[in-house]
């Protein structure tokens, strides 16, 4: 690695340690300060920094290579297919990590749609989910950037509630569940996990309040279930996901939830 961050808890206060320089060999891996980023697939990493400005370079990078692509001489699948599998996956760790927001992927997604639309000469009153639709099932089979980002945040919660292969993940992940579902749904037990798993598969729990909304993982995880029409059931050792397809998907077999 090229960077290295060593953060430290003093007097109820995080601070940077950038005296703390690990070395690899005789290398010396330089460490980052409070203000530094270092940049990993395209993702900024560091103590604090904006990613506006990083997630709005992304999409003016793709937006023109997607561009390039659909104005240039190849065939009509070439360019679906090269879109597919080289362009959008770019998207797809910043997504995860990041979080951009779903009006920023719908903008993002009617952008792409007027150059693909453009670039295949279809027409502007091709039906969207024409174009969106699993190439099985007869569309063509474009990936939607907003639909790569509910299925990252459902995924996601899905993995912290579920994975037993480190049960303090598993406990931090219920901790911090309970302290959302404790401050936004007063009517339900934190304590309980039926109550928890309620509260991620309600779009609005009885009794909870609007104003002052705690926003996190779980709050954005829970719209993303509603979204897929998936649910979550909590269990004492695990969790189990409940798809539309009436599947159930254990840990083990969580990387199917980006299906």
């Known amino acids: ?42 993702c900024p990493t560091g ?11 992304l999409r003016d990078s793709m937006l023109q290579d997607t561009s390039t692509v659909f104005s240039s001489l190849l065939a009509e699948w070439q360019k679906l297919d090269a879109f597919r599998r080289f362009l959008f996956p770019r998207l797809c760790f910043a ?12 903008k993002l997604d009617t952008s792409l749609r007027t150059i693909i639309k453009r670039g295949l000469k279809m027409p502007a009153r091709t039906c969207n989910k024409y174009i969106y639709l699993s190439q099985a099932l ?3 089979g474009v990936p939607s950037v907003e639909v790569e980002s509910h299925v990252a945040r459902a995924a996601q919660a899905f993995k912290f509630v ?13 901790h ?12 339900l037990d934190p304590s309980k996990l039926e109550d928890l798993a309620e509260f991620l ?5 009885p009794g909870e309040g609007r104003a002052g909304d705690l926003q996190s993982l779980w709050s954005a995880a829970r ?14 050792d695990s969790a189990i996901l409940h798809t539309q397809r009436d599947n159930k998907l254990t840990w083990l077999k969580r990387k199917l939830a980006y299906q």
């Open 95 to 106: 997504i995860k990590v990041i979080s951009p927001g779903v009006v920023w992927c719908r």
């Open 176 to 187: 911090q569940l309970s302290e959302t579902v404790a401050k936004r749904a007063p009517s």
């Open 201 to 205: 598969n309600s779009t609005a729990a």
């Open 1 to 42: 690695k090229c960077g290295s961050l060593c953060l430290m808890n003093q007097a109820s206060s995080v601070y940077v340690d950038h005296l703390f320089t690990p070395h690899l060999g005789a290398k010396d891996i330089p460490a980052l300060t409070w203000s530094d980023r270092y940049k990993y697939l395209g």
């Open 47 to 57: 103590a604090y920094g904006t990613t506006a400005n990083v997630m709005n370079e």
């Open 162 to 174: 579920a994975d037993t292969r480190d049960p303090c993940i598993r406990e931090v992940a219920l």
């Open 138 to 140: 007869g569309g063509m």
């Open 223 to 236: 719209a993303s279930l509603a979204n897929g029409g998936a649910t979550i059931e909590i269990t004492q």
